[in-house]
């Protein structure tokens, strides 16, 4: 046996060494680093694994660096066309350097929270309620820029923040849905105003070609008869060729023409007619004055009493 350990105080001093190692012994997750402080002042930072720290001189700090997901309570603000909405959030980050996240600021979860409540009024006080629903990534991509700025120094990086919901008045939901309806509607209208202009030239080049070759309009009716017999109807179409139609006006207006000739010409003859007969009659001779008739004389019977 070494003399060395003959001593009486060799033991109890093995015993306090190995007890201070154990004692300084610490243990952080692989998501997790520690923070450590020597006499009050920042040292380094420990982990992930096991690391050994000087007893009753060093103490450490855990700092989480996963990604950590925080809910932005509901914001009633104003847009900057004067429209009161209620509008919420969530931001995503993580801690980047522990040792800033533990030394320069004292509550890094508050103050991401405070500081992406603040940017997110401001950012919907600088615009309008048609840019907040319709550019809305714009707007997120421009609150984390705002954002990541602010909380750098702390150390936290800013992955992401969006807005989750914008609650809009019920007024102003129904006049956003007039308009909506009114929008439709007229690229309903202009969409079949150029469907009928479409339509339009190309009837005017088809006639062209009719014209053209006549006989292209003969076989457009008989292809309008085909497609009238494959849908099984009861209708029947016939069609005849525009020049039947046209000699159908001819004969109507011939023969209106020959009727009304022959009509004046009757009446002429008429006329003719009687002025002859009025020539050969003898003169009337003039009658005799008439005398007048003297009135009847009126007889009175007398009343009985």
Do not use: C
């Amino acid at each position: 046996m070494p003399q060395f350990l003959q001593n009486p105080l060799v033991l109890p001093v093995i015993v306090v060494l190995v007890v201070l190692f154990i004692m300084g012994l610490r243990i952080v997750q692989e998501y997790q680093r520690a923070v450590v402080f020597r006499l009050g002042r920042y040292s380094r930072t420990g982990g992930p694994g096991v690391f050994w720290v000087v007893p009753f001189l060093e103490y450490t700090r855990t700092i989480d660096i996963r990604t950590i997901t925080e809910a932005i309570e509901p914001q009633e603000t104003i847009t900057r066309d004067s429209v009161t909405i209620k509008v919420n959030a969530v931001v995503w980050y993580k801690v980047t350097s522990p040792s800033k996240a533990t030394i320069a600021v004292r509550d890094y979860a508050r103050a991401v929270n405070q500081a992406s409540l603040t940017s997110l009024r401001n950012i919907i006080g600088q615009h309008d309620l048609d840019e907040i629903l319709r550019d809305r990534d714009k707007i997120n991509a421009q609150l984390q820029k705002n954002v990541d700025t602010t909380t750098e120094p702390w150390g936290v990086q800013i992955e992401a923040i969006e807005m989750k919901d914008v609650e809009i008045p019920v007024s102003m939901q129904r006049a956003m849905a007039q308009e909506a309806e009114a929008v439709r509607e007229k690229r309903a209208r202009i969409i079949k105003a150029q469907a009928e202009l479409e339509s339009s030239v190309k009837l005017a080049e088809a006639s062209q070609l009719i014209v053209q070759n006549p006989a292209a309009l003969e076989l457009r009716r008989m292809q309008m008869i085909s497609e009238v017999g494959a849908e099984h109807n009861s209708t029947t179409v016939i069609l005849l060729p525009s020049d039947f139609v046209n000699l159908a006006g001819s004969l109507n207006t011939m023969i209106n023409n020959n009727l009304t000739n022959s009509r004046r010409q009757a009446a002429e003859d008429l006329e003719h007619r009687q002025k002859q007969q009025g020539h050969a009659q003898p003169p009337v001779p003039p009658s005799a004055p008439t005398q007048p008739i003297p009135p009847a004389p009126v007889v009175q019977t007398p009343r009985e009493s």
